[in-house]
């Protein structure tokens, strides 16, 4: 797709467009990863929906394979896990899949707004594990199955206070820096060696719980659902943006 778009989360994607493809869903048991699982599921791919919540991954399952191909479900608590834990994931997708076509990092703690000084130490170890360790392992441990494919797509959730420092926002701040960075060195580890491409995306403010945990005070009416930004992902994740990576994108931001 050559056209310009003035923002990706206006992007149309063919209904077809992710026909064949298996994308693992990271965070499918929460709002922004069951729209993008769902998304996915819509335009032909086979989603692999990760997540601790095994009865919500159950009901999304039940929902996608009424309208799209069956979708695969791996209960995994993606946050409490350990490197043997992912190593087992690895074995485990090897085990089922031929081949993985990409990856839509969807599970994202925000954790809590408190300045640096006085930040509650449990939640920004929980915060790190959760946005650094988590996409890092996942992908790691895909890696082999993500080089099966002839154009892999690997999409790390992150924000502009990861590109931006912002007071307040902490850990999360902090971890999307990370993120970015994370990014940058795979994409440039991967240029000219492999066809697996690694971006970053913004999906800027959504209507979930964690965000009203953080806001209370906001009409979450002003604010757009997962299911609204969810056509950024396609983006990246299909053939339209095949010729993007190592770029930080967001979702109301064109190309």
């Known amino acids: 797709m050559t056209a310009t778009l003035d923002a990706l989360k206006d992007y149309q994607p063919a209904t077809n467009l992710l026909e064949g493809r298996h994308i693992v869903v990271t965070g499918a048991d929460y709002e922004l990863g069951d729209a993008v699982a769902r998304a996915v599921a819509?335009?032909?791919?086979?989603?692999?929906?990760?997540?601790?919540?095994?009865?919500?991954?159950?009901?999304?399952?039940?929902?996608?394979?009424?309208?799209?191909?069956?979708?695969?479900?791996?209960?995994?608590?993606?946050?409490?896990?350990?490197?043997?834990?992912?190593?087992?994931?690895?074995?485990?997708?090897?085990?089922?899949?031929?081949?993985?076509?990409?990856?839509?990092?969807?599970?994202?703690?925000?954790?809590?707004?408190?300045?640096?000084?006085?930040?509650?130490?449990?939640?920004?170890?929980?915060?790190?594990?959760?946005?650094?360790?988590?996409?890092?392992?996942?992908?790691?441990?895909?890696?082999?199955?993500?080089?099966?494919?002839?154009?892999?797509?690997?999409?790390?959730?992150?924000?502009?206070?990861?590109?931006?420092?912002?007071?307040n926002w902490g850990a999360f701040g902090v971890s999307c820096f990370a993120v970015e960075g994370l990014m940058q060195t795979w994409a440039a580890e991967l240029e000219g060696?492999?066809?697996?491409?690694?971006?970053t995306l913004d999906p800027g403010p959504l209507r979930t719980a964690m965000r009203q945990r953080l806001y209370p005070g906001e009409n979450p009416e002003t604010v757009p659902t997962p299911a609204d930004i969810a056509n950024a992902y396609l983006y990246l994740l299909g053939p339209d943006g095949s010729a993007l990576s190592g770029r930080s994108l967001g979702a109301h931001q064109g190309l």
Request: with cysteine; aromatic share 6%.
């Open 42 to 167: 819509a335009h032909g791919a086979v989603a692999i929906l990760i997540g601790a919540d095994q009865g919500r991954l159950e009901a999304l399952y039940d929902d996608i394979a009424k309208h799209g191909p069956e979708p695969a479900i791996l209960p995994f608590n993606l946050w409490r896990s350990h490197a043997a834990d992912f190593e087992e994931l690895g074995h485990t997708l090897a085990g089922e899949f031929e081949q993985l076509d990409g990856i839509a990092h969807c599970a994202v703690d925000m954790g809590i707004l408190s300045p640096l000084a006085v930040y509650d130490l449990s939640v920004w170890v929980r915060v790190i594990q959760a946005n650094v360790n988590v996409p890092y392992l996942v992908t790691r441990v895909c890696l082999p199955l993500l080089e099966k494919s002839k154009q892999a797509s690997v999409v790390f959730t992150s924000s502009d206070v990861g590109r931006h420092g912002r007071a």
């Open 193 to 199: 060696e492999s066809t697996v491409r690694i971006n």
